[in-house]
């Protein structure tokens, strides 16, 4: 399926079908989605498994909760990529969690930052905390709820209760802000 108009109403249709409980159209709806899904989840992962396991995952939400889409919000496609989102990003705090492999030894280089490095980091987030109390309280609020917590802009216009489209223009004319205060 394509990003054009047509394509994405035929996604939006197949998911309120999901809604009502329709199988076959849950079955088509993934044959279309999957695959797309599947290449952007082993991008995000670095490895097949993980990313399989959250577009499993994935879809067993989207079967679960298809009645929670909303067409007025945005497209299909998109809720389904922010479901996706939200499922990697927990498994990524989850297997952070837990690293794997070897512990350090003597012969590791220290990855810690130099004493330069330190004064740099934290001379940058004073800045960027005083260019996010530039903004107005209406742009800052959806920004650190999608950078800092992780949430999808679905969920932030959710737990927000505004539209959609008014949290992404939100956060875009934030960034544009935040941008020329750190004079990027």
């Not at 993934?30 to 989840?41: D, K, S």
């Not at 949430?151 to 941008?179: C, F, H, M, N, W």
Request: proline letters at 5%.
């Amino acid at each position: 399926m394509d990003d054009t108009p047509p394509d994405l109403e035929v996604g939006n249709a197949l998911m309120l079908a999901c809604a009502s409980g329709d199988r076959q159209a849950f079955h088509q709806l993934y044959l279309n989605e999957a695959p797309r899904m599947l290449a952007f989840a082993r991008r995000f992962t670095g490895e097949s498994a993980s990313a399989e396991d959250a577009l499993q995952d994935t879809f067993v939400q989207v079967w679960k909760n298809a009645n929670r889409f909303r067409r007025e919000r945005g497209s299909a496609r998109s809720w389904l990529y922010a479901v996706l989102r939200y499922r990697l990003l927990n498994q990524h705090r989850r297997d952070s969690r837990y690293p794997a492999g070897d512990f350090p030894d003597q012969d590791w280089p220290d990855p810690g930052l130099s004493p330069e490095q330190c004064y740099l980091a934290g001379s940058d987030r004073k800045i960027m905390i005083e260019c996010l109390k530039t903004l107005r309280v209406e742009r800052r609020r959806p920004i650190l709820m999608a950078y800092y917590m992780g949430l999808s802009y679905e969920q932030i216009a959710d737990s927000l209760s505004v539209p959609l489209g008014t949290i992404k223009s939100r956060i875009r004319s934030g960034l544009k802000t935040l941008q020329a205060c750190l004079q990027l």
